[in-house]
């Protein structure tokens, strides 16, 4: 089967440092997605990990352990834009993307 | 560039009424495109995805159907709404990558359509 465990909520500061992180198990293995959702809106792409390791883009930064089937996003300098849910997901091969529930992060002043 | 369109944006519909979604991608051919629902509170689940034209995979049994008339083109129908039905509904496509299996590409989705069943 297919379980991907994110927590439910967080909450972090303006201009800090925030890491999400994201557990899976899952019965095949092509890839971690990382997206951002607004409330309300579809959900955008953030961030692609296939191999193990850190990924950096701007601000934001994904990593990947396949052994420990972890990953996390940090997100840097935060913003007030920042506020939306971030979802996991991951590429099970063959169409299967598993989406995880999604931690809504809540960036204050 | 690639965009992808879904309307109605929203959608209130009473129990047993009947239901067509549209999606459509433009800017791209042979894209693989897929069907969600998130569910208030919930994750996004996968209810279909297509390959192509006329082919349709089925991830969950309900009362949804969906049909890829043309090759950047998804409907989503059913024929009797349910109140579980209620949810955002979001259409997503990807590019096809060939025989090393096709979803190893991002998916992009459309803006959604939130549809509520009373």
């Known amino acids: 089967g297919q379980n991907i465990d994110q927590p439910t909520e967080m909450t972090a500061t303006e201009g800090a440092i925030v890491q999400i992180n994201c557990t899976y198990q899952?019965?095949?293995?092509?890839?971690l997605f990382w997206y951002q959702q607004h409330a309300g809106e579809a959900p955008t792409f953030l961030s692609y990990?296939?191999?193990?390791g850190l990924e950096e883009k701007g601000r934001f930064s994904s990593f990947l352990s396949r052994s420990k089937g972890y990953s996390y996003l940090l997100l840097k300098e935060l913003q007030m834009k920042d506020s939306a849910s971030y979802l996991c997901?991951?590429?099970?091969?063959?169409?299967?993307?598993?989406f995880g529930t999604g931690t809504k992060l809540q960036v204050i002043p | 560039s690639q965009t992808i369109h879904q309307w109605p944006a929203t959608l209130v519909q009473p129990v047993g009424s009947p239901l067509s979604l549209e999606c459509t991608v433009e800017?791209?051919?042979?894209?693989?495109l897929y069907w969600y629902r998130q569910a208030a509170g919930r994750g996004l689940q996968l209810l279909f995805y297509?390959?192509?034209?006329?082919?349709i995979s089925s991830e969950v049994p309900q009362n949804l159907s969906a049909s890829r008339p043309q090759d950047r083109q998804f409907i989503l129908s059913s024929k009797k709404l349910l109140l579980s039905d209620s949810g955002f509904y979001l259409c997503?496509?990807?590019?096809?990558?060939?025989?090393?299996?096709?979803?190893?590409?991002?998916?992009?989705f459309g803006p959604g359509t939130r549809l509520t069943v009373l």
């Open positions: 800017g791209t051919s042979n894209p693989n």
């Open positions: 997901a991951v590429n099970g091969g063959y169409q299967k993307v598993t």
């Open positions: 899952t019965s095949g293995f092509n890839g």
């Open positions: 990990n296939v191999l193990d």
């Open positions: 297509s390959v192509g034209i006329g082919q």
């Open positions: 997503a496509w990807t590019e096809e990558t060939g025989d090393s299996g096709p979803l190893t590409g991002t998916q992009y």
